[in-house]
T-cell receptor
Framework: EAAVTQSPRNKVAVTGGKVTLSCNQT?????MYWYRQDTGHGLRLIHY???????EKGDIPDGYKASRPSQENFSLILELATPSQTSVYFC???????????????FGPGTRLLVL | GDSVTQTEGLVTVTEGLPVMLNCTYQ???????FFWYVQYLNEAPKLLLR?????KRTEHQGFHATLHKSSSSFHLQKSSVQLSDSALYYC????????????FGSGTQLTVMP
């Protein structure tokens, strides 16, 4: 199974501060994703990437930036953190098997972010 | 746009009894794929089932689901639940042309009671 790691696992930030969440995958997957998980909303896609150097906006990109400097690494950046961004953030990578519409995604363990 | 609806936020079932978690969807595309992900407490979501074939039953770990395009549904079922099945279950759809995006439902928390 795909190995996806995230750091930090827990983060406390102050309003207006900059936060960077990191994700690393070791299975050479082209596709990577950032989600946030909130009760009642499920998993919502923030940004995704098809490969090194590419980033795409997901469903809720406002207030977030993403960076994919390499095949293995995908970062989520909160330039000016707000309390509404308090959430659990999951990174995922996808192997694209089964065709373009059947990408199996493998999730990292998540990062709990609290913005005070 | 595409959407996935899971009507039950919380389902409580007694151990040994059957369970069905509902999942319906809306999409303009006919070429679609569906997934059930399971998330145990303090763990990452992981794939439980996936299917893209109409009216074909898919099974894994005692769970099964059948995609019914006629009713736009992909319900998850198990004939006899175990305590270890307690978890958060997500239904997801992949249908956007040229994209690998998954659209998730809001999730159903399954609690199995002894």
């Amino acid at each position: 199974e795909a190995a996806v790691t995230q750091s930090p696992r827990n983060k406390v930030a102050v309003t207006g501060g900059k936060v960077t969440l990191s994700c690393n995958q070791t299975n050479n997957h082209n596709n990577m994703y950032w989600y946030r998980q909130d009760t009642g909303h499920g998993l919502r896609l923030i940004h995704y990437s098809y490969g090194a150097g590419s980033t795409e906006k997901g469903d809720i990109p406002d207030g977030y930036k993403a960076s994919r400097p390499s095949q293995e690494n995908f970062s989520l950046i909160l330039e000016l953190a707000t309390p509404s961004q308090t959430s659990v953030y999951f990174c995922a990578s996808g192997d694209g098997t089964g065709g373009a519409r059947q990408d199996t995604q493998y999730f990292g363990p998540g990062t709990r972010l609290l913005v005070l | 746009g595409d959407s996935v609806t899971q009507t039950e936020g919380l389902v409580t079932v007694t151990e040994g009894l059957p369970v069905m978690l509902n999942c319906t969807y809306q999409t303009a595309y006919s070429d679609v794929a569906f997934f059930w992900y399971v998330q145990y407490l303090n763990e990452a979501p992981k794939l439980l089932l996936r299917s893209s074939t109409d009216n074909k039953r898919t099974e894994h770990q005692g769970f099964h689901a059948t995609l019914h395009k006629s009713s736009s549904s992909f319900h998850l079922q198990k004939s006899s639940v175990q305590l270890s099945d307690s978890a958060l279950y997500y239904c997801a759809l992949s249908a956007s042309s040229g994209s690998w995006q998954l659209i998730f439902g809001s999730g159903t928390q399954l609690t199995v009671m002894p």
